[in-house]
């Protein structure tokens, strides 16, 4: 039987990110994945938002994703158009890219790292013992492992053979997504009618001078509501054929499909995200309707928040409560994304008076303090973990800032590169004795100067601290007054006994 330390089922973008950041803190990773390579038929999510590519960018591999993407105002509630472009953040805007490259990308990254990948197989049991985790997969083979991340989809097994709770809203509306062939040139662009919002679009297009110009013939993408909620069983050809007809009055000739998928606005979301050494991360924790892009961005964010915390306890650097943060951190943030997505679904519906409140909605949206306390809702710029009163940026990402260092000018993405904290002293150098914490680099004391103004989404500007110590996942676990008043118990807590 194979041992690892941990174990992850799937390896989609959620596995794929927490592989590799326990992979970035020498942890012996595994990841099982039911697809023989990373190939995914189709497009399916659409792209990333701020704090996600900021998330890459604090591992150095945003550039990765920008090469290939387009950047543009991504982030948006309902109908209305959210612009994020005068945001204090590297990165103010979202990137259209759609899943398979974002896959492709991330598991060249997860490839230079050393992660095993089990392909070809899925996980199908496992049992719980006191000192690990016995998984069973679909070729026989058995795995051992401390710890098991159901990162395995909204059908997740691991979290069913948890006995996890899944509790939410059933779906109230259906799509049908696909990429198909077409006989005739349909009709491209949005539609709405009586029971949804439609769309055809060519896969293939170029950009010129800032505009799409789709190309003639190839591949078209369909998204059509369905007139009631389709079946749970996977669509057909036949299903997609009904469905254009009942928008369009013809299905243009459809044939050859790439892929054709149905998606729901159900709306649930794990009870718990972890039952003794079995974990829970992405659509195996929560799913709601892909309105707003939200899904791929906080599984991924998910995957940044376990991954560091994990390793400390696979490490024995911390104590197994450090796990205990992970569901009290991540699941409200998924919560508030099952509610703005639920609002969002029930203002696109067509219907007069919906339609007389979508616009009311839009209007005030239009607005400065509304636009920009959305616009980083959505976008993920505002996440506030509660750590306690204080400072504003206790709990909140730390900025992107351009430190001056006694070794040069130096960004602080660029400090987290290899995943480790950082106490960042602003004030007086050499002001903090961390020395029990700094072995093997355990956690990093930089001594910088910050002459700009210190400014968060949404808030504005905030007083700038005399010291921060960073998380590896870029958010602030403490603030400093010019003394260190609680910094001790403050890396005790997130980074284990001096």
Not at 64 to 74: D, I, K, N, P, T
Not at 249 to 267: A, C, E, K, L, V
Not at 400 to 412: A, I
Request: charge should be negative; hydrophobic fraction near 40%.
């Amino acid at each position: 039987m194979a041992e690892h330390a941990v174990v992850v089922a799937g390896g989609g973008p959620t596995g794929l990110m927490l592989g590799g950041e326990l992979a970035l803190a020498g942890v012996d990773v595994a990841i099982v994945e039911r697809r023989a390579s990373q190939d995914l038929p189709g497009s399916r999510a659409g792209g990333l938002h701020s704090r996600t590519i900021e998330v890459l960018d604090q591992r150095g591999i945003a550039d990765r994703f920008l090469s290939e993407g387009q950047v543009a105002q991504v982030a948006g509630f309902a109908a209305a158009r959210l612009d994020i472009s005068d945001f204090p953040t590297r990165h103010p805007y979202g990137l259209g890219l759609w899943q398979n490259h974002i896959e492709r990308i991330l598991a060249g990254w997860v490839g230079e790292l050393p992660v095993t990948i089990y392909r070809g197989r899925e996980v199908t049991g496992f049992a719980q013992r006191d000192t690990g985790v016995d998984v069973e997969l679909s070729d026989g083979q058995s795995l051992r492992a401390e710890y098991l991340v159901g990162c395995d989809g909204g059908r997740s097994l691991v979290r069913k053979a948890a006995g996890i709770e899944f509790p939410g809203w059933d779906p109230t509306t259906s799509n049908l997504l696909a990429e198909v062939e077409m006989a005739e040139e349909p009709e491209l662009g949005i539609r709405r009618n009586a029971f949804g919002v439609h769309s055809l679009g060519k896969v293939e297009y170029e950009i010129r001078d800032g505009e799409v110009v789709y190309k003639d013939g190839g591949t078209v993408r369909v998204m059509v509501t369905e007139p009631h909620v389709g079946p749970t069983s996977e669509p057909t050809l036949r299903d997609l054929s009904e469905g254009l007809i009942a928008v369009y009055g013809t299905d243009y000739g459809i044939h050859s499909p790439t892929w054709i998928t149905r998606f729901t606005d159900m709306t649930r979301q794990a009870a718990a995200y972890r039952d003794r050494r079995v974990l829970l991360a992405g659509d195996a924790a929560h799913v709601h309707s892909p309105v707003g892009g939200q899904g791929l961005n906080i599984g991924v964010q998910d995957a940044v928040n376990l991954g560091w915390k994990l390793a400390q306890v696979v490490n024995r650097t911390s104590p197994e409560s450090l796990l205990d943060t992970y569901h009290p951190e991540r699941h409200p943030v998924a919560a508030r994304v099952l509610r703005n997505t639920m609002a969002q679904t029930a203002l696109m519906r067509a219907d007069d008076r919906i339609e007389a409140l979508r616009d009311t909605v839009s209007e005030l949206l239009s607005m400065d303090e509304p636009r920009k306390r959305f616009a980083a809702m959505m976008s993920g710029l505002d996440i506030h973990y509660d750590l306690g009163e204080g400072h504003p940026l206790l709990g909140r990402r730390m900025p992107d800032l351009d430190l001056v260092t006694p070794g040069g000018t130096v960004r602080v993405f660029t400090l987290l590169h290899d995943a480790h904290p950082v106490l960042l002293n602003l004030s007086k150098p050499g002001g903090f004795d961390i020395s029990p914490w700094a072995h093997a680099h355990r956690v990093l004391a930089i001594d910088a100067k910050y002459a700009g103004d210190w400014e968060l989404p949404a808030l504005g500007q905030v007083a700038a601290p005399a010291a921060v110590l960073i998380r590896p996942d870029g958010y602030v676990a403490w603030v400093g007054d010019g003394t260190d008043t609680r910094l001790r118990e403050a890396l005790t807590t997130w980074f284990g006994s001096p």
